[in-house]
């Protein structure tokens, strides 16, 4: 089987197409189980660096490669999710998922230059919003695994058990575990179109530096987190409508050129912080009751890179 894709060697392999259409399914699911894009893009660059590394008759005799690739995709994560919690022990401040803008509005940053198919981009849909995400960093490495593998890929637990080495019985445990700790983190659901008109009064209300505005959209009980992976400035997380209120008015205080912009963020309605056009933070939303429970705000330019302007 051919393995280049080089211009000037000939026909590609006419299996090549078959195998390269599972990208977008694994760069799916890397993402959902690790939280990060960059690391779930090394996932699949590992998935097919192993495919390539066997004999033309080894994957021959694999009826179904983009199973094989997905069940390697999984295990490469589960190892990654085992060492990430020493790695985020170690990690400047606190973590939030990298955030991911929709795909009318991404902006390919690799370093060749070349423009990003739409085919690589992450699917957005109620498993990718950054609620979703930190409630899964919550959960054990199994746990996650078992969880997205079933609840959002439809896999079997005869399946989740090969990949995670435990008993069909045990990934069902696994997958129920996790499962509770989803409601657990949710209030009362928001439209789409209401979430969209909060996000848009707080925009509002933080430009005009409306204090009262600003609290009234904020739970009592709210809390903010900002993500700086140590590389710039921001405050440890608050809690409370009011300490929050006062920390984003005083952030333009000290930076009246910030520019604000709504945009979709992890698939719900998000703001972008942009200094000189220069992307410095996304903000992501958990809403509940018509007000805003939770903020993150990832500063860490190393989380940004689909964000940044050209």
Same mark, same amino acid.
């Given at each position: ?136 960093? +919550?959960? %054990? &490495? /199994?746990? *996650?695994? !078992?969880? #997205?593998?079933? $609840? ?5 637990? @005869? ?28 209030? +009362?659901? %928001? &439209? /789409?179109? *209401?979430? !969209?008109? #909060?996000?848009? $009064? ?5 430009? @005009? ?102």
């Amino acid at each position: 089987m051919r393995t280049s894709t080089e211009p000037g060697e000939g026909p590609l392999d006419p299996g090549l197409d078959a195998i390269m259409s599972e990208r977008r399914q694994l760069l799916n699911l890397a993402y959902r189980l690790l939280g990060s894009l960059a690391d779930a893009e090394d996932v699949v660059q590992e998935a097919y660096t192993r495919w390539y590394a066997m004999s033309a008759k080894q994957q021959e005799a694999i009826a179904s490669p983009g199973g094989w690739l997905m069940k390697v995709a999984s295990r490469i994560c589960l190892d990654q999710l085992r060492s990430a919690r020493v790695r985020r022990e170690n990690y400047v401040g606190e973590w939030i998922p990298e955030p991911l803008p929709d795909r009318t509005e991404w902006i390919d940053v690799r370093p060749s230059g070349s423009t990003a198919d739409p085919a690589d981009r992450v699917t957005l849909d109620e498993s990718i919003n950054m609620a979703f995400l930190v409630v899964l960093e +919550s959960m %054990t &490495p /199994a746990e *996650r695994v !078992a969880f #997205i593998l079933h $609840d959002v890929f439809r896999y079997s637990f @005869a399946e989740v058990a090969d990949i995670v080495g435990r008993t069909p019985a045990a990934c069902r445990q696994l997958a129920s575990s996790a499962r509770r700790r989803i409601p657990a983190s949710h209030g +009362s659901p %928001t &439209p /789409a179109d *209401r979430r !969209a008109a #909060i996000v848009r $009064d707080f925009k509002q209300a933080w430009e @005009a530096k409306d204090i009262e505005a600003l609290i009234g959209l904020l739970d009592p009980d709210a809390t903010g987190i900002a993500d700086t992976g140590g590389l710039v400035n921001a405050a440890a997380p608050t809690a409370g409508s009011e300490h929050i209120a006062r920390h984003l008015i005083g952030i333009l205080g000290m930076a009246p050129d910030l520019t604000l912009l709504e945009r979709t963020v992890n698939g719900q309605p998000g703001l972008v912080v942009q200094q000189g056009s220069v992307t410095v933070t996304v903000m992501a939303f958990d809403i509940a009751d018509d007000r805003i429970t939770r903020c993150w705000a990832v500063r860490n330019p190393e989380k940004l890179g689909p964000w940044r302007t050209r």
